[in-house]
T-cell receptor, first 109, second 114 residues
Framework: DAKTTQPNSMESNEEEPVHLPCNHSTISGTDYIHWYRQLPSQGPEYVIHGLTSNVNNRMASLAIAEDRKSSTLILHRATLRDAAVYYCIRYNQGGKLIFGQGTELSVKP | KAGVTQTPRYLIKTRGQQVTLSCSPISGHRSVSWYQQTPGQGLQFLFEYFSETQRNKGNFPGRFSGRQFSNSRSEMNVSTLELGDSALYLC?????????????FGEGSWLTVV
């Protein structure tokens, strides 16, 4: 199972939008793209997921490329509480999430 | 509703011992999966259970085992503990195994092997 590719770290200013990219060039047609984030000493927290079209929820937006080989998680206004490691995951089925190294997001006040 | 509950939260064991970790999924969730997180290897999938059956397994030695009960609660067991088994063990649950479902994680059990 191929892992996704994400930048190791990104930095943002508070109250500015953040775009976290993810490459999943070997994705199959039935794989959903899931995003989770993890704060220190906590379990991963679900952020958003999608299959083909863009998705929005109260936490974030997910923009999926037309060819599905990449996606972008968008935090519309970063807060200090958004500082975490963000994981982009291909999820096929059977509860098996294949985590990459994730992107460590830091937010500056 | 209550989230995924894992017990114990912290434990220390000696090499060679065994350990059992427990997970109570969100009410109504039938799929329970387990992950190991270490600084060196990151988050790695251990196994997944659905309706008391192991449906998927990661690349871990046979010392790692698990089971699921009829009420969907799950346990994982590690026998003959090694120092390298020190990790955060995470349990996650979801309603079914469809990839469109959201998976919810517990806070984890911190295992230290000395």
């Amino acid at each position: 199972d191929a892992k996704t590719t994400q930048p190791n770290s990104m930095e943002s200013n508070e109250e500015e939008p953040v775009h976290l990219p993810c490459n999943h060039s070997t994705i199959s047609g039935t794989d959903y793209i899931h995003w989770y984030r993890q704060l220190p000493s906590q379990g991963p927290e679900y952020v958003i997921h999608g299959l083909t079209s863009n998705v929005n929820n109260r936490m974030a937006s997910l923009a999926i490329a037309e060819d599905r080989k990449s996606s972008t998680l968008i935090l519309h206004r970063a807060t200090l509480r958004d500082a975490a490691v963000y994981y982009c995951i291909r999820y096929n089925q059977g509860g098996k999430l294949i985590f990459g190294q994730g992107t460590e997001l830091s937010v500056k006040p | 509703k209550a989230g995924v509950t894992q017990t114990p939260r912290y434990l220390i064991k000696t090499r060679g011992q065994q350990v059992t970790l427990s997970c109570s999924p969100i009410s109504g969730h039938r799929s329970v999966s387990w992950y190991q997180q270490t600084p060196g290897q990151g988050l790695q999938f251990l196994f997944e259970y659905f309706s008391e059956t192991q449906r998927n397994k990661g690349n871990f030695p046979g010392r790692f085992s698990g089971r699921q009960f009829s009420n969907s609660r799950s346990e994982m067991n590690v026998s003959t503990l090694e120092l390298g088994d020190s990790a955060l063990y995470l349990c996650a649950s979801s309603p079914e195994t469809s990839s469109g479902n959201t998976i919810y994680f517990g806070e984890g059990s911190w295992l230290t092997v000395v």
